[in-house]
């Protein structure tokens, strides 16, 4: 996968969406209260690919992404 800002080749920073668990503490009823420290940031569940949405870092314009 190649990411490419159409304004300027040479930004190579961008934001996209991940999906990952973590660990919360909650309280008895279940409501988030904070994320537990040490947590390492969990597993996994979805890494960036062609389908998401992503957008050039320096100059905030949608990146164009190939394979």
Request: glycine share 6%.
């Amino acid at each position: 996968m190649i990411i490419v800002c159409p304004n300027n080749p040479d930004h190579k920073r961008f934001n996209v969406t991940a999906h990952v668990s973590e660990e919360w503490i909650v309280d008895e009823e279940g409501t988030f209260i904070d994320v537990a420290q040490g947590s390492s940031g969990g597993e996994i569940l979805h890494k960036p690919d062609l389908e998401d949405y992503y957008v050039c870092l320096e100059c905030i314009t949608e990146a164009k992404v190939t394979k």
